[in-house]
């Protein structure tokens, strides 16, 4: 077929799209001087692509003087894409036009059944339930979508699409969550790709890390890992395997995610609070102690949670302080082993506890400024708890662009 006219033809539609889509609101005569394109061409293909829902005309552009031509745009509501992000305990949602425009975002908490076969069963259900639901909310059919992309707490086996090393609260759901039954379970094109990395995507794309050479994402939360770009790609290695920092060996022969992870830190915390113990005890019996301490001990001791932890130490609480003065030590000792092999431009940290920068980046600095060789730029993530369903947006747009443009040339 190449060489066709009609192929040739495509080929004209798809660098106008580009055009377009680059430029924003063009006339006719714009797009003939932006492509290169004889203005007949330019017509012909326009109309085609108004056939096909592609582009749109937005009505007469105010001109000073002369004939006011019609502006023509890129029709970015002809399909939507959604990006879903399944965490350990919650499952984040997207829902975007081709601009990456997110126009709707829920959450719902992760409900994971016993019984491998029916939580299997329930987890794709629970899935779609929520997708048919935002759909409706938003007045879509499952026609309007292109592609959804699944960001999982997980290495993604490149060659499969089969998951390996999901995060532990997820262990036993590795089938479910796998390239080929999430195709299987919805009507459009599925993309699949570990959480971390989709996060580094997004913060590049529209987040802290926007136009970074080299960076490196790294998430704390229930998990840890990391996503590095080099010049706007992800590197993924042996197996997909780059960036699987919860395998690093700490010096004390732990794995990293043991001792970073939410538990990690709580472990931390506990540890750091046993000489309380006494106190506690003291207090239950009516003995005249400290209020203020034992106040505080008991509280982080049996409520502990992060949030109470980062809370605590917003406040000012000596003990709080103390056991992340600790915690970040042992993150600053990780990125600085990543630092020396990557020399990254920047480092961004996220997740559900990397996320807390106010408590977290002024401690890490303090070391990177007096132990680092190489001394990276270290932020706190941008998007937040969106990042994850951004990058998957953007992948899920990336993948259906390139089928229209496809489809075009068929």
Known sequence: MAGTPQYIRNLNENLIMDALITQGTMSRADISRQTGLSKPTVS?????????????????????????????????????VCGIDIGATRIRIALSDLTGEIIAYRTHPMVVQEGQERAEATMLE??????????????????????IGFGIPGVVLPDSGRIHRIVDPLVGLEQAFSLESLSGAFPCEVILENDVNLAALGEYRSGAAAGCNLFVFFSIGTGTGAGI???????????GLTGEIAEMLMEDGRRLEEVLSADGLMQLAKRHLNPHDELLEAADLGADVNVDVVGFADDLHRHLTPEKLFEAARNGEIDALDILQQYSQMIASALRHISVVLAPDLIVLGGGVGGNGDVLLPLLRQVISEQ??????????????????????????????LNLQQEALE
């Open 44 to 80: 012909l293909a326009v109309e085609h692509l108004i056939d096909r829902n592609l582009v749109k005309e937005m009505g007469r552009a105010d001109n000073a003087q002369g004939r006011k031509a019609t502006l023509i745009r890129f029709n970015e509501t002809a399909y939507y």
């Open 126 to 147: 629970l899935l779609r339930g929520h997708l048919n639901e935002l759909l409706d909310e938003n007045h879509l059919n499952w026609d309007q979508i292109q592609c």
């Open 229 to 239: 770009m080099v010049h706007g790609q992800l590197l993924r290695g042996l197996g």
């Open 372 to 401: 680092f060789p190489v001394q990276p730029q270290l932020i706190c993530s941008k998007l937040g708890e969106q990042a994850v369903v951004t990058g998957a947006v953007q992948v899920a747009i990336k993948q259906t662009m």
